[in-house]
Structures are given as structure tokens and as C-alpha cells.
């Protein structure tokens, strides 16, 4: 980002001078994150699924997390893409394959 780095201010006075400096880190809220699925209805059990979550706008690079119904992390099963775009911002675009779907009563993800 463009502000980004150290500022220093120097105050000057007959008595002598002071200065002082800061670091400054500029961030960004990502947007709201959007799903979708392919097939994106009437999913079959025992077919492969994958969900994808995509989200933009965000500064640092960040991270997408998937969890199932149960709490449990899924994140090391997806694929992560992080793209700086133009405006130094980042898009980040997740992908979670589900083998097998079996019906449990929930599409909690």
C-alpha cells in the first residue's frame, strides 16, 4: 500500500529538538465471502462435490478455512489461490473437493 512504512515528526524549539518516528501498516477488510458448488443442487450421495468460497478486496494476503458440520478443519484438503490484483489489494479463491458426499442431514460447511 502506498502509506505504508516509517513517519518521523521533529519538533524545533530554542531549548534544542525531539524527534519521534512510527511505523505505519495499512490493511484492508476482505469482503464477504460468496460460495457456490458444482453441481451446485440436488448433489447425489456418493458423487464428488467441490465448494468453492472466494473472497476480495483484503489487504495482507490472508487465508480461507473450511470446517464441516462437526467443527471439524478441513482446510488441509482445499486448494488456495491468492492473487494481488492492480490496486495491491488481494483475491483469494478456495477450492474443497468432497469425495463420496453421503447424506448426514446438514449442508453445514
Known amino acids: 500500500m502506498a502509506d505504508k512504512g516509517e513517519y518521523e515528526c521533529m519538533v524545533e524549539t530554542d531549548s534544542g529538538d525531539a524527534t519521534a518516528t512510527t511505523s505505519l501498516s495499512?490493511?484492508?477488510?476482505?469482503k464477504t465471502p460468496t460460495m457456490s458448488s458444482i453441481p451446485d443442487t440436488n448433489i447425489q450421495e456418493n458423487t464428488n462435490?467441490?465448494?468453492?468460497?472466494n473472497s476480495t478486496g483484503g489487504h495482507q494476503k490472508g487465508l480461507i478455512w473450511w470446517f464441516d458440520e462437526f467443527g471439524t478443519n478441513c482446510t488441509e484438503s482445499a486448494e488456495l489461490?491468492?492473487?494481488e490484483t492492480d490496486d495491491k489489494l488481494f483475491s483469494l479463491s478456495s477450492?474443497?473437493?468432497?469425495?463420496?458426499?453421503t447424506y448426514s442431514g446438514s449442508t453445514k460447511y
Open 26 to 30: 495499512v490493511t484492508a477488510k476482505y
Open 95 to 101: 477450492k474443497l473437493t468432497v469425495l463420496n458426499a
Open 49 to 53: 462435490v467441490t465448494i468453492y468460497c
Open 81 to 83: 489461490v491468492a492473487k
